[in-house]
């Protein structure tokens, strides 16, 4: 596996690491309209092209035989000063291979680099396998707000991890 920032040629494939483990993860909570639609007005090419060229925002690749398996996504928060896990995607057929697991390690490294103990993320109260993934790995969950995909609502818990 390798892992290494994201170019601009990496977007289509982002792409497809999304929308596949979106429908994935939430498709039994979510209709597959609100998630296809939300993903396409939030994730096209000039979209992932202007996160791309954000000086807050940093990406992150796995990769298996030239294949992107896995994105990370960072966003670093001026105003609260926090380095949030905006996204951090494994492609099903690839997940429990420890691919997540590094991502956030190098989102753990980026904290470091800006000086912060503790990355940030939230995850949706219903994607149950990933709630209990992220409280086994060290994820401390403290706020529960709604996060609207299209039509439909759904909770999102909020919660950081030490970095040590």
Known sequence: MTYREWTENDFEPVRHVLLDTWLDAYGSFIPEEDISGYFAS??????????????????YIAEDNTAVVGFERLQYD???NRLYVSSVYVLPGNQGK???????LLAEEEARRLRLDRIWLGVMTQNIPSVEWYKKIGFTFIQEEPFTMGATVVQHLIGYKLVV
Do not use: F, N, V
Not at 42 to 59: F, Q, V
Not at 98 to 104: A, E, M, P, W
């Open 42 to 59: 939030t994730y096209s090419i000039d979209k992932l092209s202007a996160l791309y060229r954000s000086p807050t925002s940093k990406g």
């Open 98 to 104: 420890g691919i997540g697991r590094h991502l956030l």
């Open 78 to 80: 001026e105003k609260q």
